[in-house]
């Protein structure tokens, strides 16, 4: 190779995302990684039987041999995956190598060794397809744990000093960074690769995408060994949705105040763009599509503005898209309605609506795509999450690229909320937003009960938790 580097190591462990990682490299062109090349029990893969022509009895007889063979007759920049229990013959050769590019994946160690617990359980180690997927709870043992902990931690220390004593530097990526095309590529940059990817690849879904105190069988246990390791941060709600960008062209400001709406898609749009056309003494409509510069424009020349979204219900928003955009002749998503019916066999009816469709059936369709929803934004069915049924934490959290809202209203509080954020910045008299219409042939109501709640709460849990959303209750 002419550039920095000859070839390449991908440090990681067991359950850190590793096959993810792998999988994303391999699409670029100028890149081959060659998997666990020096994993004591098989060479690359668990049914390979050699790399580049080197057996793994070849290897184990001379190791070196491989490492050359990487470097000298890979396709593009050759590299390769090891853990800490790999072959330790190599592991100097490697870290003393100026030549040899080092990338180092980290992830909690303690999601990681439940993560490791579930696959030994249930036999699964990858996921393609979350209709596939298998589960079982882990059962945390404390010394297990601790040896796990320690092997991980004085394997990456050794890394570490190597590393510092002979002046090198590594290219570091988290679990949570993975879904970030950007660092993809600047994994590839480092690397020396000039190709970009468009995308990440959907091959590989994640495959415990639940909180952590759900996984865990005695999960108590495992919360009071560790209760004085706080950086393992059990507590918080796992989220493997996409980072979302500001999409800035959606808000929309009024003509007759300085007000800026920041819609939620599946939320109460169109009623308060309707409220906020008719604001100010002119009633002059609505001003929209706008670039970042615009927009910038806008806010300096309208002084003491604020911003605004309003958030629904997360059962009461996934019915309403379901039913306006999945269901619905003229439906956004007919592709995605397809999907589901063939692919995840819902019970959805081929013509929307038809007459043969009841509110059992609804009811029965409603509950699957609430579940399916659930593995969607865990990534883990082939459609992507889009923003009709992204979580509304994440679309805020993306809004946050531009600007964040100054407050987010509550749908069931948006008339007194509404008329206050207007008085505050001159507009006191304000007709009362209109009501949401319904979609649908069947309204929610009609089909409610605990079990739709319990699915709306699994697939949305951190809206729940985020926004303080109760049970839905019918008005």
Not at 299 to 304: A, D, H, T, V
């Amino acid at each position: 190779m002419t550039g920095k580097f000859d070839y390449f190591v991908l440090f990681a462990e067991m359950r850190t995302g590793s096959n993810f990682v792998e999988a994303n490299l391999n699409k670029f062109d100028g890149i081959s990684c060659h998997g666990e090349a020096f994993n004591p029990s098989f060479i690359g893969y668990p049914n390979r039987a050699d790399i580049l022509g080197l057996t793994l009895e070849m290897r184990d007889e001379d190791p070196q041999r491989l490492l050359t063979t990487i470097k000298d007759y890979s396709e593009g920049l050759g590299g390769f995956r090891f853990f800490h229990d790999h072959d330790q013959r190599v592991i100097d050769d490697v870290l003393n190598d100026p030549r040899c590019a080092k990338i180092i994946l980290t992830r909690n160690p303690a999601d990681s060794y439940v993560s490791w617990k579930i696959a030994r359980a249930t036999g699964q180690w990858k996921l393609t397809d979350g209709k596939n997927r298998k589960d079982s709870p882990a059962v945390f043992d404390e010394d297990e744990f601790i040896d796990h902990l320690t092997a991980l931690q004085d394997f990456q220390i050794r890394v570490l000093n190597t590393l510092q004593k002979t002046g090198q530097t590594a290219f570091y990526i988290g679990y949570e960074d993975m879904q970030d095309v950007d660092i993809m590529n600047g994994i590839a940059t480092f690397l020396g690769v000039d190709e970009k990817l468009d995308g990440i690849s959907k091959e590989l879904k994640k495959q415990n995408p639940e909180p952590i105190e759900d996984k865990v069988q005695n999960f108590d246990k495992m919360a009071d060994a560790l209760a004085r390791l706080d950086r393992f941060n059990l507590s918080r709600t796992p989220n493997f949705e996409p980072r979302r960008g500001a999409n800035v062209p959606d808000f929309i400001a009024a003509q007759g105040a300085p007000l800026l709406f920041m819609p939620i898609k599946g939320g109460p749009t169109g009623v308060v763009k309707k409220w906020l056309s008719k604001l100010g003494e002119d009633r002059s409509g609505l001003i929209g599509q706008f670039s970042q510069k615009s927009l910038r424009k806008w806010k300096r020349g309208n002084k003491g503005h604020r911003s605004f979204t309003v958030v629904r219900h997360p059962l009461e928003r996934a019915h309403d898209v379901f039913c306006r955009d999945i269901l619905a002749e003229d439906g956004a998503f007919q592709q995605v309605r397809r999907t589901l019916r063939k692919r995840y066999k819902l019970p959805i009816p081929d013509t929307p609506y038809d007459l043969a469709y009841d509110v059992n059936e609804h009811r029965m369709a409603f509950i699957g795509y609430l579940k399916w929803l659930q593995k969607n934004l865990a990534e883990q069915t082939s459609v992507r999450i889009d923003a009709h049924w992204a979580s509304q934490t994440q679309i805020i959290q993306g809004f946050g690229n531009f600007s964040l809202p100054d407050i987010v209203i509550r749908e069931q509080d948006a008339d007194e909320e509404l008329a206050w954020l207007a008085s505050k910045v001159g507009v006191d008299d304000v007709a009362l937003p209109e009501a949401a219409e319904t979609s649908g042939h069947y309204s929610l109501a009609d089909i409610y009960d605990a079990e739709l709640e319990k699915a709306a709460q699994a697939a949305y849990s951190k809206d729940y938790m985020v926004f303080g959303f109760d049970r839905w209750k019918a008005d």
